[in-house]
Nanobody, 122 residues
Framework: QVQVVESGGGLVQTGGSLTLSCAAS????????MNWYRQVPEKQREFVAR???????NYADAVKGRFTISRDDHKNTVYLQMNSLKLEDTAVYYC????????????????WGKGTLVTVSS
């Protein structure tokens, strides 16, 4: 199986910065996309950023210019550098890793972490 664990969440004031990390481990053959999503209670989970296997990045309009996604393939880790944080960035941030597993010869699957809470206060 593949395990995904996020870290780095916490409390930060508006305008501040925070870096989230997400490490994938287990029986990984290879990783395709690495993504960040976020969710606020009573709202749908929303896409934040993606770093694909080709080195391309995509961002939600709400975070463009403020957040930066990066990845370290040697460590199977993806990062989310969040700057100029706003109150509306408060959410649980989830990492999603699309990976081929050693246990499954089929197409890559999405593996979700349990999330890390980011709280932005005024």
């Amino acid at each position: 199986q593949v395990q995904v664990v996020e870290s780095g969440g916490g409390l930060v004031q508006t305008g501040g910065s925070l870096t989230l990390s997400c490490a994938a481990s287990g029986r990984i053959f290879s990783i395709s996309h690495m993504n960040w999503y976020r969710q606020v209670p009573e709202k749908q989970r929303e896409f934040v950023a993606r770093f694909d296997s080709g080195g391309n990045t995509n961002y939600a309009d709400a975070v463009k210019g403020r957040f930066t996604i990066s990845r370290d393939d040697h460590k199977n880790t993806v990062y989310l550098q969040m700057n100029s944080l706003k109150l509306e960035d408060t959410a649980v941030y989830y990492c999603v890793v699309k990976a081929y597993s050693d246990d499954d010869l089929g197409p890559p699957k999405d593996y979700w972490g349990k999330g890390t809470l980011v709280t932005v206060s005024s």
